[in-house]
T-cell receptor, first 111, second 117 residues
Framework: DPKIIQKPKYLVAVTGSEKILICEQY?????MYWYRQSAKKPLEFMFS???????DNQTASSRFQPQSSKKNHLDLQITALKPDDSATYFC??????????FGKGTRLTVV | GDSVTQKEGLVTLTEGLPVMLNCTYQ???????LFWYVHYLNESPRLLLK?????KRTEHQGFHATLHKSSSSFHLQKSSAQLSDSALYYC???????????????FGKGTKLSVKS
């Protein structure tokens, strides 16, 4: 059973629209993250949260806003979508320590 | 900032031959964890190996790697490639912060390993 659930698996959005990517983890981890993988680029760190508080933000654009309504949730709201936002977005979590566990990703295509 | 270099974008091998995927890194921090993640299509990237100990070999599922701080390298090896090893392999670095806080992972670009019969 997947322990980090990302919804939806695939998403097609129109330029200028707004979407929310959902992430729930059932590993009991206190730290959660978002990573992005664009075409032909490495996995890129976006945000980290610990105990529902933003710890690190490496995303330049304010159009990307993480939202943590519950301890095991970290959704990603993206506004004013652009074609360059097309990527696979991975949610991840970790216990206090080293190993990071990833979800299967949401593949976003902006047309 | 931190960086990880995986020079090979694609490695194609015949089944049974040895595997070596290169990884070098740069960080100003003396303490860092190095990782290898494997990513199969339509699956989650998952941890394959990790190490923070200089010159100590770490092994898992037939793969092994040794962190060499003197050369800033953490190459992934396997003695005999299998068809099922075909996947994308990422090398990643994470600083070890004091207090054990959760620093970000910095990934290399990934190496696609294609094993053919």
């Amino acid at each position: 059973d997947p322990k980090i659930i990302q919804k939806p698996k695939y998403l097609v959005a129109v330029t200028g629209s707004e979407k929310i990517l959902i992430c729930e983890q059932y590993l009991g981890h206190n730290a959660m993250y978002w990573y992005r993988q664009s075409a032909k680029k490495p996995l890129e760190f976006m945000f980290s949260y610990s105990y529902q508080k933003l710890m690190d933000n490496q995303t330049a654009s304010s159009r990307f806003q993480p939202q943590s309504s519950k301890k095991n949730h970290l959704d990603l709201q993206i506004t004013a979508l652009k074609p360059d936002d097309s990527a696979t977005y991975f949610c991840a979590s970790s216990p206090q320590g080293t190993e990071v566990f990833f979800g299967k990703g949401t593949r976003l295509t902006v047309v | 900032g931190d960086s990880v270099t995986q020079k090979e974008g694609l490695v194609t091998l015949t089944e049974g031959l040895p595997v070596m995927l290169n990884c070098t890194y740069q960080t100003i921090y003396s303490n860092a964890f190095l990782f290898w993640y494997v990513h199969y299509l339509n699956e989650s990237p998952r941890l394959l190996l990790k190490s923070s100990t200089d010159n100590k070999r770490t092994e898992h599922q037939g793969f092994h790697a040794t962190l060499h701080k003197s050369s800033s390298s953490f190459h992934l090896q396997k003695s005999s490639a299998q068809l099922s090893d075909s996947a994308l392999y990422y090398c990643a670095l994470r600083r070890i912060n004091s207090g054990g806080s959760n620093a970000k992972l910095t990934f290399g670009k990934g190496t696609k390993l294609s094993v053919k019969s």
